[in-house]
């Protein structure tokens, strides 16, 4: 089965209520002529309201940047997978890097809430890469592999398909730095052999791997062009309509 490419915005802490409304209407018109490929934006969760309304009627897939691990409780400040879902939610990103390293977020964490997101019918994107001193240090594969393994855990193989990962080099995010085509294509290979030991052949030649870091309209091409990386995951290209549209249409 042939992989649908994602395109995936992530608009993390940026944009007033009346910019993601609009950025969510222009990102929807873009899309309108699309085919065979998927959107995603994800909005701050307080503007997942308003840009649920204005996407409504299109095809743009709408995502949480995180989401809790019960459907309700004492948790100050975190969300429920089933309320974001009642907000017109399909998506929710898992385990990023600024979750990770700013808000300490460890592997235990993320796979609670990759299996809450799972159990309540949210789409979980996993994103893991490592840091600049890992791979300077030879440890790149070892830590994909670590947060790949410990992410999925529990993960069974009918729920793998609603799984996407998504490989983030840390030094490539928010820096301008893109991994080059060939350090992208490497990791997805190798997060693509992993699922295939942890799981089975046809499973992993399924999944999608999302590259992220600095992907922008200058290098959206070459890193689509490679066999493993089916999509992006896009920070700062995201916040411009005309950029994010030259990504969605990349070549
Ligand atoms: P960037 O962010 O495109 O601004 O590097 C990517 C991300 O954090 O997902």
């Known amino acids: 089965m042939a992989r649908i490419p994602l395109i995936a915005g992530n608009w993390k802490m940026y944009l007033s209520l009346a910019e993601a409304v609009?950025?969510?209407?222009?990102?929807?018109?873009?899309?309108?002529d699309l085919k065979n490929r998927q959107v995603m934006i994800a909005p701050t969760s307080a503007a997942l309201a308003a840009v649920s309304a204005a996407t409504q009627s299109s095809t743009v897939k709408l995502a949480a940047q995180n989401?809790?691990?019960?459907?309700?409780?004492?948790?100050?400040g975190e969300n429920s997978p089933v309320m974001l879902k009642d907000l017109g939610v399909s998506m929710v990103i898992l385990g990023h890097s600024e979750r990770r390293h700013i808000f300490g977020e460890s592997d235990a964490m993320v796979n609670r809430r990759l299996l809450a997101a799972l159990n309540f019918g949210l789409q979980p994107i996993l994103c893991v890469g490592e840091q600049l001193a890992d791979r300077d240090q030879g440890n790149t594969f070892a830590v994909v592999e670590?947060?790949?393994?410990?992410?999925?855990?529990?993960?069974s193989s009918t729920q793998l398909d609603q799984v996407v990962v998504a490989y983030?080099?840390?030094?490539?995010?928010?820096?301008?730095?893109?991994?080059?085509k060939e350090q992208a294509q490497e990791v997805h290979a190798f997060i693509r052999e992993k699922i295939e030991t942890l799981y089975e052949k046809n499973l992993a030649g399924e999944i999608r791997i999302l590259y992220g870091g600095s992907v922008k309209p200058s290098n959206v091409d070459a890193l689509m062009g490679q066999a493993d990386i089916d999509g992006a995951l896009v920070g700062g290209a995201a916040l411009d309509a005309e950029s994010f549209d030259r990504i969605i249409h990349f070549k």
Not at 67 to 76: I, N, Q, V
Not at 168 to 180: D, L, M, Y
């Open 67 to 76: 989401s809790g691990w019960e459907k309700e409780g004492a948790f100050t």
């Open 146 to 155: 670590n947060q790949l393994r410990a992410g999925l855990e529990g993960v």
């Open 168 to 180: 983030e080099p840390v030094w490539a995010i928010g820096t301008g730095k893109t991994a080059t």
């Open 22 to 32: 609009d950025l969510g209407r222009a990102v929807a018109a873009s899309c309108a």
